[in-house]
């Protein structure tokens, strides 16, 4: 059996909106509204959805980086939702994150040698010479030749900038790696390069990932699991390829099909979603897919459906599935 | 082969950027022909040259640092090269309209969406106010925008991406261009978007006939949408076939190496890397001699590294620009 590495439970993020005189709350976005999922060990989940859909506020919440508005985050066995920023600080040389963008997410004025290894001084992990030998040996391992440290940022290539990120995150040995949209802005060449790293690293290292992403493709190629969000809900999680031939989530299916295919021989069957994702800040009665749902029933506007299990590791959120 | 009318036919096009760090041989031999009512993909990664192309077409090269320094663009058989600007500006949104990515900064924030169509079609047309709201309202229509009177009043920032896509799509039909560049119209969108968009333009073009010009890095977006790819790297047309033979049997190292380094959505998860095009796109100041592909290519000669390879058809219609094509 695997272990459980981390767990959330009816996780909530609402951001508040403030408004009138007295700067009251006015209303929220729900960003994240109930997600539970959990990772094992070793594995790879993907959160797979359209913007806005609260992947990036999920992964971050997950961290800690925000705090819930409710919900339980677990990680190995030991609550930690309600931990102060100094009693996290312990648990965070664990769990990193990298970034989508290689360009704003890396210090333009520090040289790369001191950007990875910050994370080493904030910990205080090792003496000065260690620290420097870390770096060195962490540059080698993702690619980049250990004498370029004196170089600043944009002396790299968004590729190269991509394995700086990935070094920043791994130098102090996380478990946990949230991997937010870490090749969108490559190009297509580049990209090959990232996902093989991130993978080898991840067989070497006994990485965790969560991989948020928006390419069904990579999230085809990298993930054991996946859980497809929508409008702040998991409206399905399963094993990979139970997801993506099996999908049983009206939204699911119409996501999958609407993934072009590189095979101009490739002729499928097409659903396409009628309108434009809702506002999260009022978000539809009930089921929050049922105004681009096209099989949406009376119910679906009253009430919102259950989380059920239809198969040892695939949950889906629809009242298709409930009725009968 | 192709027994439709040429509409576009671009031989051997040069634009080069003259900057203070070097001169940059953006565009630096493309060759591309469209055919009428034809769907042509250009792809290719950031750097090569696609979006450079699409603005020389329409001679919108800022100048300077920009100039087109070489090559034909022909339009039903005349030289836009040969144009003066007057005669440019009947062209350009009239015959050749174009929609870009970001459909945000390409419209006005201070103009409602109706103002915007109107302006472009009595731009180019002798047709008084409540003709041109009347002939806006049915484009607007037509793209697929729902409440059309309503739409009409309404500024960019009160829609959607898709939506002001939509209206973009709107303003560059409106005047029924033979010819319509889409430089990464559907790049910023979400995918059930890119597939209502990709769904709107297929079903557009087969109402109204117009050729499309479709530029984008995405490999599975041409798949789809053209009937005819060429495959664009550091400025130049490496390879340029029917979309099915580019996909079914690439001859160039570059295109063969791309579609092999994509993670197919079909396939099941393997733990096997990617089989990946090593290296990086070659620098814009420093293009390396000879192929501009030999750093990268598994393949690469001495000959390579010294002699540039011309484009050679090898079969009917498929063109690569390679010493060593790889077998089909």
Sequence with gaps: MATRLVEVQNLKKWFPIKGGVFATTVASVRAVDEVSFFIDQGETLSLVGESGSGKTTTGRTMLKLLQPTSGKIIYKGKDITNLTPNQMRPLRRNMQIMFQDPYGSLNPRMPVGDIIQEPLDVHSIGTRKERRQAVATMMETVGLRPEYEKRYPHEFSGGQRQRIGVARALVINPELLVLDEPISALDVSIQSQIINLLQELQQRLNLTYLFIAHDLAVVRHMSDRVAVMYLGKIVETADNDELFDHPLHPYTQALLSAVPVPDPEVKRERIILQGDVPSPVNPPSGCHFRTRCPYAMPICKEQEPLVIEVAPGHTVACHLLTKK | MDNREVLVDIKN????????????????????????????????????????????????????PGKIIGGEIFFHGQDLLKKNEEEMRMIRGDKISMIFQEPMTSLNPVYTIGDQISEAITLHQKIDGAESKKRTIEMIHLVGIPEPERRFSQYPHEMSGGMRQRV?????????????????????LDVTIQAQILD??????????????IITHNLAVVAEMAETISIAYAGKIVESASAKETFKSPRHPYTYGLLQSIPKFTEKKTNEPLPAIEGMVPSPYHMPKGCRFNPRCPFATEKCREEEPEILELTPGHLVRCFYPIES
């Design chain 2, 13 to 64: 096009l040069r634009t080069f950027f003259y900057t203070e760090d070097g001169v940059v041989p953006a565009v630096d031999g493309i060759d591309l022909t469209i055919h009428r009512g034809e769907v042509v993909g250009l792809v290719g990664e950031s750097g090569c040259g696609k979006s450079v192309t699409a603005l020389s077409i329409l001679r919108l090269i800022p100048n300077p």
């Design chain 2, 168 to 188: 973009m799509i709107a303003m560059a039909l409106s005047s029924n261009p033979e010819l319509l560049i889409s430089d990464e119209a559907t790049t910023a």
């Design chain 2, 200 to 213: 709107l333009m297929r079903g557009l073009q087969k109402k109204l006939g117009m050729a499309i010009l």
